[in-house]
């Protein structure tokens, strides 16, 4: 994730951040070098405890990656061979992957054309004799309707793992997301609203007895340090990540409020360009990991607003069940419009705490004469 230099107004301004930080962080990360407290150890677990109080999540465990979070999830919480999980077609490839991973089948369904995120209708209706979970993605860091998805869970006695993975302190309803579930994972990757020095993850598993599996299957399956009572990985969250993110956890509040601000300064004016934008219902508070809009003739937008010096990128071109990758899964061209469609026209504007009102006119200026305005 290199700063790329050539923009004078970036995606994410990772340095203006460290800026920050620096004289905290650097000596944080030299107190944990001389301790060699380099894998997991009491960083990684004073960040744990931390992450969970503040949710009011009833346990977690840190790991090595958000991917990583979501297969440890599934596992603990007995989803695999000859099951199927619900989940959106708009959404990053891991998502799917970690449930191949756990030989589990990941059934798509549309999503709403007011938030793109998984609709409750269209799960509804890819419910099946093998359906074993709902994975909902609350995607731009915009919670997905969970309180329409744990009625049909319940309905149906599915299990719901929720991939935070953008979202980190978005609320439904006044409650966090993540703690809806009976298992919530998160990306701490750098771009990520809460970002590591490098990869790290997290998950939040409901049931004490499935926390300690998972706990377990994050560290080699371990039991003491010599007796493994399960067959685990090496899914374990680094020191200097903990570290750094329980530093990060003093800011984040202030950065997402910082966030929402950004996104209340683009919605009224992109709104007045009548273009659409992920819509956060009034139930929700959002927390913008991205600010989207859709627009014709994308490609031709992001070049003019490239060539502005505006870095825009698009989240995401290809929806899954279009992946090369997914092909076997027998989902063609046509199979969830409302993705297609979304994902032909969906467009990320810069957003980022550090980011200025003046910056997001520049950026709307650019945009509306990208689209001929
Ligand atoms: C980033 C992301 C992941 C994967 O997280 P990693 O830490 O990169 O493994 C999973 N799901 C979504 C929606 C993401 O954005």
Not at 242 to 269: C, F, M, N, Q
Not at 339 to 350: H, T
Request: hydrophobic letters at 45%; one cysteine or more.
């Amino acid at each position: 994730m290199a700063e790329n230099k050539k923009f004078k107004i970036p995606f994410l301004d990772l340095a203006a951040q460290y800026a920050v930080l620096k004289p905290r962080v650097l000596p944080l990360i030299e107190r944990v070098i001389e301790e060699s407290a380099f894998v997991k150890g009491k960083y990684v677990a004073e960040f744990e405890s931390r992450f969970v109080k503040m949710h009011e999540a009833s346990g977690g465990v840190g790991c090595s990656n958000g991917t990583a979070a979501i297969e440890v999830a599934l596992r603990a919480l007995g989803v695999g061979e000859g099951d199927e999980v619900i989940t959106t077609p708009n959404t990053f490839i891991a998502t799917a992957e970690a449930i191949l991973e756990v030989g589990a089948r990941p059934v798509f369904a549309d999503v709403d054309p007011e938030t793109f995120l998984l609709d409750p209708a269209a799960v509804r209706r890819a419910i099946g004799p093998k359906t074993k979970a709902i994975m909902p993605v609350h995607l731009y860091g915009i919670p997905c309707d969970m309180t329409k998805l744990m009625e049909i869970a319940n309905e149906h006695g599915l299990l719901v793992v929720e991939d935070c993975a953008q979202a980190h302190f978005a609320k439904h309803g006044g409650k966090y997301v993540g703690t809806f579930g009976d298992a919530a994972t998160f990306s701490f990757y750098p771009g990520k609203n809460l970002g590591a020095y490098g990869d790290a993850g997290f998950l939040f598993v409901r049931d004490p007895a499935k926390l300690a599996v998972a706990r377990k299957l994050v560290d080699h399956g371990r039991e003491s340090k010599y007796v493994h009572d399960l067959v685990g990985a090496n899914h374990r969250m680094d020191g200097l990540q903990g570290a750094v993110l329980g530093l990060k956890l003093d800011h984040i509040l202030e950065w997402t409020k910082r966030r929402r601000a950004a996104a209340a300064e683009y919605s009224p004016r992109v709104k007045a360009l009548g273009l659409p934008t992920a819509l956060a219902r009034a139930e929700n508070e959002a927390v913008y990991h991205l600010f989207t809009v859709l627009v014709d003739d994308r490609d031709r937008v992001v070049e003019r607003m490239q060539a502005e010096g505006i870095e825009v990128l698009i989240h995401y071109p290809v929806p899954l069940h279009l992946q090369p990758a997914l092909r076997f899964l027998g989902y063609g061209e046509g199979s969830f419009p409302v993705a297609e469609r979304v994902a032909k026209a969906i467009l990320s504007l810069p957003v980022y705490p550090e980011i200025t009102p003046d910056q997001i006119r520049t950026v709307v200026d650019s945009l509306a004469k990208s689209i001929g305005r």
